[in-house]
Structures are given as C-alpha cells and as structure tokens.
Nanobody
Framework: VQLQASGGGLVQAGVSLRLSCTAS????????MAWFRQAPGKDREFVAS????????YYADSVKGRFTISRDNAKNTVYLQMSNLKPEDTAVYYC???????????????????????WGKGTLVTVSS
C-alpha cells in the first residue's frame, strides 16, 4: 500500500488547514489509519487515529478539540482537519496505515513505531505566529 499525503503549507496561527492521504489500494479501506507528526529535532509522535469503519477516533491531548480525523473509504482517503493552528503544530505530518492494530492501540504506540505497516512520505505544515 502506498500512501500519498497532501495539503500542507505555510499558514498563520489561528487558521485552519485540511490534510488528505490517499491509499493506492482499495483494501486499505479496511485498515486503521492514523496521522503522526515530527517536529524538527523531535521524535515522531501520534496525532490521531481512526478505525476502519470510522466509528472510533483517538487524538493526542495536544490536538484534542482542534483536529478532526475522518475517512472516506469509497475514495480510499483519510483526512485531518486542523483548526486554530498554533506555531507548535509546525511539523512534517505523516499518514500511516495498519492492518492489525486497533485505532486505540495505535494511539498508545511510542518510538520506534516499528509496528506500523505503512507510512506515507509526509507533508510539511508550518504555522507562523
């Protein structure tokens, strides 16, 4: 499965931005999908995850109430709607897919994140103050 993320850019604090991630295979619609991010000089960290049917979602405390993850399985696409962006949200955002971990388990994963099956190449989000 190849994951293609898009939607990043340079924005000012307080605005909204939506990231998209499209999977190359239809079977990815049965995978748990997630977003991680990696700020300069820091480890990659969990942002949000969503179950394959979209009924269960999990968020990092730092984005809860500001970010919303959703998916459209007919389009093999997962979204991350980011609102009220802050400079500390600046990072490369990575899309991830996993076939055998639940969205809740992915939310608790820590480095080195070796259990994630597929990673996208990332899209840069820069938030200026």
């Amino acid at each position: 499965v190849q994951l293609q993320a898009s939607g990043g850019g340079l924005v000012q604090a307080g605005v909204s931005l939506r990231l998209s991630c499209t999977a190359s295979r239809r079977t990815a619609s049965s995978y748990v999908m997630a977003w991680f991010r990696q700020a300069p000089g820091k480890d990659r960290e969990f942002v949000a995850s969503i179950s394959w049917i979209g009924s269960n979602t999990y968020y990092a405390d730092s984005v809860k109430g500001r970010f919303t993850i959703s998916r459209d399985n007919a389009k093999n696409t997962v979204y991350l709607q980011m609102s009220n962006l802050k400079p500390e949200d600046t990072a490369v955002y990575y899309c991830a897919a996993d076939s055998d971990s639940s969205a809740r388990v992915i939310a608790t994963m820590r480095q080195p994140l070796d259990d994630i099956d597929y990673w996208g190449k990332g899209t840069l989000v820069t938030v200026s103050s």
